[in-house]
């Protein structure tokens, strides 16, 4: 196992030095231009959905998760403005959407949030029959329990989370949760900001699945994560860009993180690592969908479609360093990003639950602890 992780270490450093990601942070841009509400043409269903000028597309995604190149080139082929705005968990996400004001028409959950973005009428059908590459999504992303019949959603890409660290400051002795969760307090770090990570993480530590809805079990893990959270050591909850840009200044020892975000770092600083612990730990589905607030629905829809062209998926996975669902895109992946089994767990460790895909939990009880340890750990 410590052979396993240490290849899969390296591999995840040389595909961060070999498709030469760049730290370049997705541009954010206010639209100046005004939405035209057009009443007449409106039906009763849509009353309260806004007519765009069909000219902005408005999308809210984690942040650095797309190549600038592919949004430049969309807005001149299309002659559209695409405006960008990023978020770094998707219960953030959920709070801006459910807080309205805004005017998205297209968003990135992930798999584990679709049934309560449904739930809470956020989404309209994607109607894949107007999307001519949805063919090249590859089989196993095709029809998934979150979203039977991709009524909803098309995967858009996916990773796990794992432990990272600068070389040049840190070198950690062993692969394991136990560097942050264990009763030493000599190390600088930070979580990500994100519960079902930080929560699913702790779980993972002590043995338990990321998807437990055990209400011991998430004692359990809240009890530990309350210790966690007390140590000197602990410098707070970031995101998976604010967690590689503390590695990268130097300023601590280790970061939970999600794997791609630290491989864009790499490139900058080949002595950004990082490792999946052996205890064991998350990997989700991102997807796009179309939200029922969209303004510019069949722009929304182009946008979805051009992304699933196999060179534009290529070009977002080699840039963003994440994994690609599109069977298509595949021989135009750099080679140790198709490879990796960061990006492509084995069989076994998928299996095992080693790398355990994060599942919504059953509404009730669990849900409940899970907001409520979160809401404790980040008030202190
Ligand atoms: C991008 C993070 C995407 C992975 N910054 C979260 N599922």
Known sequence: ?????????????????????????????????????????????????????????????????????????????????????????????????????????????????????????????????????????????????????????????????????????????????????????????????????????????????????SVPQLRAARDLLRKVVAKRGFLGFDGGPGTRNRLLAGDIDLGQIYVGDLLQGAAENPKLRVFLPREGTTISTDTLVLLAASPNPALAREFIDTVLEPKVSAAISNYTSYGNPNAAARRYLAPLLRDNPAFNPSQADLKSGRVELIEELPPGKPPRLFDRVWSELKSR
């Open 1 to 213: 196992m410590r052979a396993k992780a240490a290849l899969l270490q390296a591999s995840l450093l040389m595909c961060g030095l070999l498709v030469g990601c760049q730290k370049q942070a997705v541009q954010t841009s206010q639209t100046q231009a005004s939405q035209t509400q057009n009443s007449q043409t409106q039906t009763s269903q849509t009353r309260n959905v806004p007519s765009g000028d069909g000219r902005t597309l408005r999308i809210f995604m984690w942040s650095d998760y797309i190549d600038p190149q592919i949004v430049k080139d969309f807005e001149k082929a299309r002659g559209v403005r695409v405006v960008i705005d990023t978020y770094e968990s998707n219960e953030a996400m959920l709070a801006k959407l459910q807080g309205g004001g805004s005017s998205y028409d297209l968003a990135t959950p992930s798999n584990y949030f679709i049934q309560t973005m449904l739930r809470a009428k956020l989404l309209q059908p994607l109607k894949t029959e107007l999307l001519p590459n949805f063919k090249n999504v590859a089989a196993g992303f095709v029809n998934p329990g979150y979203d039977p019949g991709n009524m909803y959603t098309v995967p858009y890409q996916y990773a796990a989370t794992g432990l990272a660290y600068n070389a040049a400051r840190y070198v950690p002795a062993s692969q394991s949760w136990s560097l942050i969760f264990g009763p030493a307090d000599t190390l600088k770090f930070v979580l990500l900001d994100d519960p079902r990570e930080v929560i699913g993480a702790a779980l993972k530590y002590l043995g338990y699945s990321v998807n437990s809805a």
